[in-house]
């Protein structure tokens, strides 16, 4: 049940998700592996395990949203959002083949990688918050997630042109998620408003579940370095 403080009349979409943004936002100094590669000091097998990771939470994420989607099948905005992640993810797994080739991974590769706990403490939870957590209440605190992993892969996908010497091809996974995404941004907040409506969110819960998504953020990328 909603605390008192968390009545969710007290709210506008773009206020939760404006607000969850800036609450959860990581400081300049919580990943310093990001500032490293931005300054071309980070070793170049990073990216080669960043790769190899990502292939197993892209996977991981996709499953997870679409649960995510069958979920909330009565609730079309809130439906929409997810399957919307769920076509994201998969683009984005066509883009990581750019990187991984240029990793020089193959099939095999990625097939037999042994993946780093912290770097699937992530995903895993994303899997968690599929199995139990308010739909609505999920997007929000994926809004505040992916407002920080676009700022991440902005700054590597700069770096890895102008400090590591990547072409395009291999960029194409950072720039992706680096890019706005302004439909996802209009979908969560149409999934908001619906959960508001519904009286389905709980702004007090889906700012743990985005504080716990940020912190497992942080410990994918030291778990990379």
């Known amino acids: 049940m909603a605390r008192e403080n968390d009545a969710p009349g007290a709210h506008t ?3 939760l998700l404006e607000e969850a943004v800036r ?10 592996l990001v500032a490293r590669i931005a300054a071309g000091e980070a070793p170049r097998g990073v990216f080669t ?3 190899l990771e990502q292939h197993q939470i892209i996977a991981a994420d996709r499953h997870s949203f679409r649960h995510l989607a069958r979920r909330a099948d009565g609730e079309p905005p809130v439906r929409a959002f997810f399957a919307a992640l769920v076509e994201g993810e998969t683009q984005a797994l066509d883009a990581l083949g750019g990187l991984s080739a240029a990793c020089g991974l193959d099939e095999a590769a990625v097939r037999e990688y042994e993946p780093r706990p912290g770097c699937q403490a992530y995903p895993s939870y994303v899997a968690r918050l ?3 957590a308010e739909p609505a209440d999920v997007v929000i605190a994926l809004a505040a997630n992916f407002a920080a992993w676009g700022g991440y892969c902005a700054t590597v996908a700069h770096a890895l042109r102008t ?7 291999a960029c194409a996974f950072f720039d992706f998620f680096a890019e706005p995404a302004g439909e996802v941004a209009g979908l969560a907040r149409e999934a908001v408003r619906h959960g508001l409506g519904a009286g389905r969110v709980t702004p007090g819960l889906a700012r743990r579940y985005g504080r716990l998504l ?3 953020e942080l410990m994918f990328w030291k778990a990379i370095a």
Do not use: I
């Open 23 to 32: 609450e959860l936002a990581p400081g300049a100094a919580d990943n310093p």
């Open 214 to 216: 940020q912190a497992y």
């Open 163 to 169: 400090r590591y010497g990547f072409a395009d091809q």
């Open 130 to 132: 599929a199995l139990e």
């Open 49 to 51: 395990v960043l790769a």
């Open 13 to 15: 979409p773009a206020a």
